[in-house]
């Protein structure tokens, strides 16, 4: 047997077999019995919507990124959870201003997430995957205008709509809910980037409002439209606008791994708990004495398993 004197048992162990289905990641598409489209052919063939989105379309399709966004804050890659979504692609084609804004307000948390866990260096290589695989992460659009787009699309909700029936308000409801939840923490997040003295105090404030609307979202989960089996995408669920395999060919070849995206019930208790301990980490600033400081900091050290790598880094940046 020839082989490089650097190839030892370690590469031996790990290494596979490249275009093998059973080991190569990149070649689970070619086993499903349809064409796996990208957001431009989808567009083209009309399997998805970029303009007039049902309301429960809507609820829906946020629901599911909210999915999509909590599996990636738990260690899977982004391209297996949130741009398996077909909207988070290319938001400049998407027309519908409330999908576009909320499109924008993702990636925007994403992007900004990525490069506070990173700057701090609080995760392991299988706990926590930064890599974009070449997707654009909003980077041509200001925060600012990001925000502004959140704000107006929840201003608009339901004009011109005449007189509402008492279930499309509860709709309309339940699409501002999600959009200004959205936008609450995006804002929270940009605003711990900051170093004024009352940042802090101001994303307090905004985990408030946050956990306020998380009961309204959690009460209409049943509005938005729901995942299904597809059998012929492996059994993954699926939903309008999301595709589990368009990403498979940028994975590396490595033994397929398949992402379970978290559940929507699920989901909610995450982001309370997340909302939670967010606003609880800012009670540190608030701290007089070394001794209540250090008990605070004894308290995170024990309950630091609970805390998920985008929480390490805010812990990290209230310290300073």
Request: aromatic share 8%.
């Amino acid at each position: 047997l020839v082989h490089d004197k650097g190839f030892g048992l370690f590469e031996a162990m790990s290494a596979i077999e490249m275009m093998d289905p059973k080991m190569d990641a990149g070649m689970i598409g070619n086993q499903v019995s349809r064409r796996v489209l990208s957001f431009e052919q989808a567009i083209k063939e009309g399997t998805i919507k970029i303009n007039n989105l049902t309301t429960p379309e809507l609820v829906g399709i946020i629901d599911n990124c909210f999915c999509c966004l909590v599996t990636w804050l738990e260690g899977h890659s982004l391209a297996q959870t949130v741009f398996t979504c077909l909207y988070m692609h290319n938001a400049d084609l998407i027309e519908d201003a409330a999908m576009k804004a909320f499109t924008l307000g993702i990636l925007k948390i994403c992007d900004i997430v990525r490069d506070k866990v990173n700057k701090a260096s609080v995760f392991e290589e299988e706990d926590f995957h930064s890599m974009t695989y070449g997707f654009k992460m909003a980077n041509n659009v200001t925060d600012l205008r990001v925000t502004g787009e959140l704000e107006s699309t929840r201003n608009r909700q339901g004009e011109d709509r005449g007189p509402l029936i008492e279930f499309e308000h509860q709709l309309c409801v339940a699409v501002f809910s999600r959009i200004r939840f959205t936008r609450l923490l995006l804002t929270a997040l940009i605003t711990f980037t900051r170093k004024e003295m009352n940042a802090t105090a101001e994303v307090q404030k905004l985990m408030v409002q946050a956990m306020d609307l998380l009961p309204s979202i959690e009460g209409s989960m049943e509005f938005g439209i729901q995942t299904q089996t597809d059998s012929t995408k492996g059994d993954q669920p699926i939903l309008m606008g999301f595709e589990p395999l368009v990403n498979q060919r940028l994975l590396p070849p490595t033994f397929p791994r398949y992402a379970k995206i978290i559940s929507r019930k699920d989901t909610m208790e995450y982001l309370r708990s997340l909302v939670e301990r967010i606003g609880a980490l800012c009670e540190v600033t608030n701290l007089t004495s070394f001794h209540s400081i250090l008990v605070c900091n004894t308290y995170i050290l024990v309950h630091t398993l609970t805390l998920c790598k985008l929480e390490h880094r805010l812990q990290y940046t209230v310290s300073q």
